[in-house]
T-cell receptor, first 111, second 114 residues
Framework: GIQVEQSPPDLILQEGANSTLRCNFSDSVNNLQWFHQNPWGQLINLFYIPSGTKQNGRLSATTVATERYSLLYISSSQTTDSGVYFCAPRYSGAGSYQLTFGKGTKLSVIP | NAGVTQTPKFRVLKTGQSMTLLCAQDMNHEYMYWYRQDPGMGLRLIHYSVGEGTTAKGEVPDGYNVSRLKKQNFLLGLESAAPSQTSVYFC?????????????FGPGTRLTVT
């Protein structure tokens, strides 16, 4: 199956700082989503981004499918951004219906 | 519009007991999924369904069974619970081939097997 690597595994930021999270994947994809798992365990949809760039407030994401990576940018971080960020692509091969999750980047934003 | 809901939210089982987790979605989605999440890990797929009456195995199906008798519901069963099945279980759904491809998750069920 498709392999997904996220970096860095852990990240500590001062409130107000910017960060970039990276997701590399091993095969061609027809879907990629970014999720935020908050400290209460809830999975929140951030972006559905199989290719191109999207922005939502302080967050933006870029996927370059031909080079097999995606980036999540967080600007002016806030303590509420803390949690784990997951990248989940879906392999584009025949018979593939599911997202495959990376191990996540754990972000801690300190005041 | 409640999205994806899961019942129960928490459960404690003794080894060897059985239980069923219920997932329901009100978005008329074709595809439904069950994942498990262990500490410090991403989500791993247990079983999934591409439509009413269909089921298929995912990455870690052993010890679990599923059923999709109605389009809006996807049941996950544990016939004889083991401590290794202590985990947080997430259900998800997405539209299907001809609709929005984004996948949505339920709030999770925390299961402890003693």
């Amino acid at each position: 199956g498709i392999q997904v690597e996220q970096s860095p595994p852990d990240l500590i930021l001062q409130e107000g700082a910017n960060s970039t999270l990276r997701c590399n994947f091993s095969d061609s994809v027809n879907n990629l989503q970014w999720f935020h798992q908050n400290p209460w365990g809830q999975l929140i949809n951030l972006f559905y981004i199989p290719s191109g760039t999207k922005q939502n407030g302080r967050l933006s994401a870029t996927t370059v499918a031909t080079e097999r990576y995606s980036l999540l940018y967080i600007s002016s971080s806030q303590t509420t951004d803390s949690g784990v960020y997951f990248c989940a692509p879906r392999y584009s091969g025949a018979g593939s219906y599911q997202l495959t999750f990376g191990k996540g980047t754990k972000l801690s934003v300190i005041p | 519009n409640a999205g994806v809901t899961q019942t129960p939210k928490f459960r404690v089982l003794k080894t060897g007991q059985s239980m069923t987790l219920l997932c329901a979605q009100d978005m008329n989605h074709e595809y439904m999924y069950w994942y498990r999440q262990d500490p410090g890990m991403g989500l791993r797929l247990i079983h999934y369904s591409v439509g009413e009456g269909t089921t298929a195995k995912g990455e870690v199906p052993d010890g679990y069974n599923v059923s999709r008798l109605k389009k809006q519901n996807f049941l996950l069963g544990l016939e004889s619970a083991a401590p290794s099945q202590t985990s947080v279980y997430f259900c998800a759904s997405r539209g299907g081939l001809l609709s929005n491809d984004e996948q949505y998750f339920g709030p999770g069920t925390r299961l402890t097997v003693t």
